[in-house]
């Protein structure tokens, strides 16, 4: 699957959800109320992955770490689109922005001691 695809996807369970939303309580999720939902979501993964670790129990195993990463990147494609980014773009100019300061301070920085 590509990415074009994956954001196809994602639309369209956005669709449902406010398909749904709009049913049963006769509105859909604002733009923060995607951002708190995400929020959640990456709290449950911060537990999962801790649990991965061996920190702290949790029901699931893999299979609900598996989940949570693909409904945190749900959240990330509906809000990019909520908010009109073209996250395909930002990802590029952003990773190309992070390889430059990090290479630069490895040639430019001493090693510390």
């Known amino acids: 699957m590509d990415f074009t695809e994956m954001k196809r996807q994602a639309l369209d369970i956005h669709a449902l959800y406010d398909e749904l939303n709009q049913k049963k309580r006769g509105r859909v999720w604002t733009r923060g109320e995607f951002m708190t939902g995400f929020m959640g979501d990456v709290g449950d ?50 990773m190309a922005e ?11 920085d001493p090693p510390t001691p």
Do not use: Y
């Open 45 to 94: 993964l911060s537990k999962l992955v801790m649990a991965a670790d061996g920190a702290r129990d949790m029901p699931g195993g893999r299979a609900a770490l598996e989940h949570e990463l693909a409904d945190c990147l749900w959240s990330v494609l509906i809000l990019a689109h909520l908010h009109e980014v073209n996250l395909l773009e930002a990802f590029s100019r952003t």
């Open 98 to 108: 992070l390889r430059n300061s990090i290479t630069t301070q490895l040639v430019d």
